[in-house]
């Protein structure tokens, strides 16, 4: 899944280029529960892979 959520992010990036809102619209596009992860993880996910 997170290689998925990342490409996901990343190409949503390329027309808004926010990491919050690229996030936060994955996490709803997708109908993810706040119990199982939350958007500040993809938030996380994105900083921690981004290339140079």
Do not use: C
């Not at 959520?5 to 926010?18: H, I, K, N, V």
């Not at 919050?20 to 596009?29: G, V």
Request: glycine share 4%; charged share 25%.
């Amino acid at each position: 899944m997170d290689v998925y959520a990342l490409a996901w992010m990343r190409g949503r990036m390329d027309y808004l280029p926010s990491e919050n809102s690229a996030a936060t619209l994955f996490h709803k596009k997708h109908n993810i529960n706040d119990g199982h992860i939350k958007s500040d993880a993809f938030r996380q996910l994105l900083r921690r892979n981004k290339t140079i």
